[in-house]
């Protein structure tokens, strides 16, 4: 037996059922003398978890087991009998000196005679680390919540819709400090409306299965307006119960909704005028036409500017981009209240207006087409154009929104076809005439394949000599129904369609290869047309129909008219100067007809000036005509160029050209165009033939 065990069996010991229960009980205990802090008995627990064998226990005080910094807290803790009663947190110190963290529990007992304090103790060390963890994880979640770029907020809706959570987010989208908030509720913070929205939204919200979104304008605390998106559902409870709390998850969308809102506008507006687009005018004729009736017609009106090209070739982009946006003002400004004008691109207008009357929309095409006659201002610069207008009417020519816009650019056709500057109605005649242009269009395409065209070929006189300088080449197609077809019945179409390109190489390798086979002083005249300059293979058929042919270039001469300059200069002049290069020489064909002929001729050095024939047709008798014949002979001479007059039918004509000191002529007169064989007999028939074939001419 120990002295303690020893000490146990005495007066104011416990018996031996306490002695055992002590001894055995699964929590550390131990009694020690307050006055000397010495252990006066230990239990098995306590040996267990400090790890002191009961030997050391019996030499050491209770300020052994604490660290330095915790034994003046114990000794006045044990003078004041403060852990009595309740439990005291401590820090114990075990034999391998690690830590354990303890709640203790004394009692005032009567050991061995003597005033004595049992102490019980409770590790803790797991507990704590539980409850460490468990408070981890709360200011984890709280630190997440706070740092949630959403404002996240919870109300209580037993209490009224206080908020008990509202994070930083949400203090920084509304404008307030998350402090002032929790604990009050909306209608602290806004306007009765405002609050009762939110109180509705959370109502509604609450009640419902799944979560809702709500998206509105709201004032913030410093005034500012912004657009807030914020999806609310009640938290279900834990155990079951109905939920008390309404969960609220809340954005700031004002930048994205007016990012939205750019991105829509600038999907249906064009960027340069800021009008609607051609996706805007879509849907909005859409609309219109289908809710036009007998009682409330609307008309669509495509507007074009003649030869915008023409303005943004000479005038640069700039300008052409400053024309157009005046245009724009301008038939805006003539627009009525609920009429729409749209740019569907380029120098394309759209309107649609809402009719009373044809003769009213007559006075309005009237109207835009007077005021777009106004100079625009260009810089400083007055420039005058003219626009072409294209007018259907809903449901009068069409009720279908496709049919209608069809029918519009028709109609705008035709006002092209016409000379422009004007408006034309849809009539019926310009679909069957669409019709037709696209049945050509399929039977120019089969006569490619079957081979149907066949050059004609009109001799090309020097008056120097009464000689034949050459032929000019021009297209006939032997069509298998409609007999020889004359190049005006479907050229046209060919360049619309693009046709041309392959034609047009065609006419060059059958021409070349001709011609190759006359003698060498004859040359071959072949005209090209403006759709074929827009083409960059131009220059290389060109080169491949000569070396194909073996025709030296300068045999070979190239008609164009001034519309290949209206297209586009800045494409065709690098075009005509590099045919140039190769010795093919370049003609400009019906001189004085276009615009601003005499402008072309310093742009560029033809070779050949042909005057058109319509100012041949009365030259005897019109003393105007015969001054621009002669200004043409000044100029030739002045450019260095060749002058020839085309359409001579009379021998006065023919006089009178010769006097004026032209130098070469074509027209009935010398030679119809004719068939190739016909053209070999005359080459080989030479002068005589020739000579023979014109007085046959002039007999008839
Ligand atoms: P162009 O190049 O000015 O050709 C002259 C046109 O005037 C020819 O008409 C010719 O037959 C006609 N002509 C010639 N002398 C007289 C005359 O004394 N009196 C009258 N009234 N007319 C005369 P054609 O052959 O019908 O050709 C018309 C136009 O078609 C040509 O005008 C030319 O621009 C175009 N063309 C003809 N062949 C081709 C071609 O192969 N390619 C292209 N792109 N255009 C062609
Ligand atoms: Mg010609
Ligand atoms: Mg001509």
Redesign the pocket.
Known sequence: MTGIQRAFVSNDTPNDDFQSLFATHPSPMWVYDPDTLHFLIVNNAAIDLYGYSRETYAAMTVLDIRPTHERQRMITAVHARSDMERAERWTHLKADGTMVEVLTYGRSVRFNGRDAILAIVQDQTEVNAAHREVSDTRSLLDSIVDNLPVGVFVKDMEADGLYILFNEACGAIVGRNSVDVVGRSDHIFYDEKQAAAFREQDMRAFAAEAAISFEETMRRSDGVERMLRTVKRALPSVDGSPPRYLLGISQDVTEERSVEARLAYMAMHDALTGMPNRAFFADQIRRAAKAATLEQPIALLYLDVDHFKHINDSKGHAAGDALLCQVAQRLTALARPGDFVARLGGDEFALVVRLDRESCIERFAKSLLTSLSQPFDLDGVNEHVTCSIGIALAPDHADDDDVLMRHADLALYAAKESGRSTYRFYEPSMRMEAERRHLLTVELREALQQNQFE??Y?PIVQLENDGLAGF?????WNHPERGLV???DF?PVA?ETGL?VA??EW?LRE?CRTAASWPKHLKIA????VS?FRHNSLLASVVSALDESGLRPERLEI?I?ESVFLADVGQSLPLLKALKELGIRIAI??FGTGYSSFSYLRAFAFDKI?L??SFIAGIETDPGNLAIVRAVVGIGSGFNATTLA????TEEQLTKLRQEGFNEV????LG??MPLAQAQALITGGVSAFAAAAAAAAAR
């Open positions: 050059l004609y009109q000019e080449a021009l297209i006939r004359p190049p005006m050229i360049e041309i034609i047009g006419v021409a072949v005209n090209l047309s074929q008609e008219t064909d019906d042909k058109d024939r085309e359409g001579i039918e074509q027209g009935y007169l119809k165009p």
